[in-house]
């Protein structure tokens, strides 16, 4: 792999995440423009339905970009959605050379970019610093292939294993800098899922709180409406609403209640083990274009998203505090596996520390 197409794609890579929470559900992007050995043009896809990253680095382009290298961390688009195909614009501008980290996920369009520009006599490079932009990427590549929520499970724990003391006391269990670093996963993702046991014990709002971030819409797993109408949750005013999933077991007059409130969107999932089915929420979720869930449930929803094996990623956050209780509540909880072949396997685990606090990052095998 050329050290130099390394360099310029790192960049590129590091421009794309400058739209994170403001692309959903369209990809991150970015691209960087090279004539003579030097950057003349640079980009990403800043928001939902604005232009593309190539657009933007050629409009940014200090200089007449004719046999110039594009570098770009997607496939250049061969269709009209809210743009015309950036991989024309590219062939229209006569540039020589196209770097490309990966190839567009979507089955309905993958290679068709890439086989335009070299139709026109383009060179075309590709998979460079693939992986860094599938991990990029990882929400909508999921989301572009099966039209489901890309799920991130988050946990806090003491060290012994307990999210809360015997009289359930929870906060605050982390510090201060693994709550911020939950705050910009918040603003990257379309939606944060909770439990009605959390909104009725610790009334959350489930904002970002990032200054120019982006809330997320509010999900709550409630099958018999049991949310309290005062609930902080149900009074925010903002542009995304807070959804409530229950079943035809929930009480009627609350129902039609929460269905007069401007920012609430009730949905009726029918009921599996006389709870919400959560496989049937996730479907429909995907269909209204949220394509990330951050959940941060209590256990015994954190037990039914592994059971229903919906988690893509684990994020547990491990503070150095111990509180003990064979009451005390832990992370999973639910009826549980019975037996070890039971248990959800991870992969690619990383570590990070904040502070004391440890965050263990892991995917979920598939396989």
């Given at each position: 792999?050329?050290?130099?197409?390394?360099?310029?794609?790192?960049?590129?890579?590091?421009?794309?995440?400058?739209?994170?929470?403001?692309?959903?559900?369209?990809?991150?992007?970015?691209?960087?423009?090279?004539?003579?050995?030097?950057?003349?043009?640079?980009?990403?896809?800043?928001?939902?339905?604005?232009?593309?990253?190539?657009?933007?680095?050629?409009?940014?382009?200090?200089?007449?970009?004719?046999?110039?290298?594009?570098?770009?961390?997607?496939?250049?688009?061969?269709?009209?959605?809210?743009?015309?195909?950036?991989?024309?614009?590219?062939?229209?501008?006569?540039?020589?050379?196209?770097?490309?980290?990966?190839?567009?996920?979507?089955?309905?369009?993958?290679?068709?970019?890439?086989?335009?520009?070299?139709?026109?006599?383009?060179?075309?490079?590709?998979?460079?610093?693939?992986?860094?932009?599938?991990?990029?990427?990882?929400?909508?590549?999921?989301?572009?292939?099966?039209?489901?929520?890309?799920?991130?499970l988050k946990t806090a724990m003491t060290l012994d294993g307990k999210i809360a003391t015997r009289t359930?006391?929870?906060?605050?269990?982390?510090?201060?800098?693994?709550?911020?670093?939950?705050?910009?996963?918040?603003?990257?993702?379309?939606?944060?899922?909770?439990?009605?046991?959390?909104?009725?014990?610790?009334?959350?709002?489930?904002?970002?709180?990032?200054d120019g971030g982006t809330d997320a819409t509010r999900i709550i797993v409630d099958s018999r409406l049991?949310?309290?109408?005062?609930?902080?949750?149900?009074?925010?005013?903002?542009?995304?609403?807070?959804?409530?999933?229950?079943?035809?077991?929930?009480?009627?007059?609350?129902?039609?209640?929460?269905?007069?409130?401007?920012?609430?969107?009730?949905?009726?999932?029918?009921?599996?083990?006389?709870?919400?089915?959560?496989?049937?929420?996730?479907?429909?979720?995907?269909?209204?274009?949220?394509?990330?869930?951050?959940?941060?449930?209590?256990?015994?929803?954190?037990?039914?998203?592994?059971?229903?094996?919906?988690?893509?990623?684990?994020?547990?956050?491990?503070?150095?505090?111990?509180?003990?209780?064979?009451?005390?509540?832990?992370?999973?909880?639910?009826?549980?596996?019975?037996?070890?072949?039971?248990?959800?396997?991870?992969?690619?685990?990383?570590?990070?520390?904040?502070?004391?606090?440890?965050?263990?990052?892991?995917?979920?095998?598939?396989?």
């Amino acid at each position: 792999m050329d050290s130099k197409d390394v360099f310029y794609m790192k960049r590129a890579l590091d421009l794309s995440l400058k739209g994170a929470g403001k692309t959903s559900p369209n990809p991150l992007v970015g691209a960087v423009i090279v004539k003579d050995g030097k950057i003349i043009g640079e980009g990403f896809h800043q928001h939902f339905g604005g232009p593309h990253a190539e657009v933007n680095a050629i409009n940014n382009a200090s200089e007449d970009v004719e046999g110039a290298t594009i570098y770009v961390t997607l496939e250049p688009c061969s269709h009209f959605g809210k743009t015309p195909p950036c991989a024309n614009l590219i062939v229209e501008k006569k540039f020589k050379k196209a770097v490309i980290a990966m190839i567009d996920p979507n089955p309905k369009v993958s290679g068709r970019g890439a086989s335009i520009l070299l139709q026109n006599g383009i060179e075309v490079v590709t998979g460079v610093l693939e992986d860094e932009a599938r991990k990029i990427n990882e929400v909508f590549l999921k989301y572009i292939r099966e039209r489901r929520p890309f799920c991130i499970l988050k946990t806090a724990m003491t060290l012994d294993g307990k999210i809360a003391t015997r009289t359930g006391e929870s906060m605050w269990i982390t510090n201060e800098k693994s709550r911020r670093h939950v705050y910009e996963i918040r603003n990257r993702v379309s939606g944060i899922m909770v439990g009605v046991n959390t909104i009725i014990n610790d009334n959350p709002s489930l904002t970002t709180r990032i200054d120019g971030g982006t809330d997320a819409t509010r999900i709550i797993v409630d099958s018999r409406l049991r949310i309290p109408l005062d609930s902080k949750i149900l009074q925010i005013d903002s542009p995304k609403k807070t959804i409530i999933a229950t079943t035809e077991m929930a009480d009627k007059e609350k129902l039609k209640a929460l269905n007069s409130m401007k920012n609430v969107s009730v949905v009726i999932t029918p009921p599996k083990d006389s709870m919400v089915d959560l496989a049937f929420l996730f479907d429909w979720l995907g269909g209204q274009e949220i394509d990330s869930v951050l959940v941060e449930g209590g256990s015994t929803l954190n037990f039914s998203i592994l059971q229903k094996k919906l988690a893509d990623k684990v994020i547990a956050f491990i503070a150095p505090k111990i509180v003990g209780g064979e009451s005390s509540k832990t992370p999973v909880g639910g009826k549980g596996f019975e037996h070890l072949s039971e248990a959800v396997l991870l992969k690619d685990v990383s570590i990070r520390r904040f502070d004391d606090d440890i965050m263990v990052e892991a995917y979920v095998r598939k396989d």
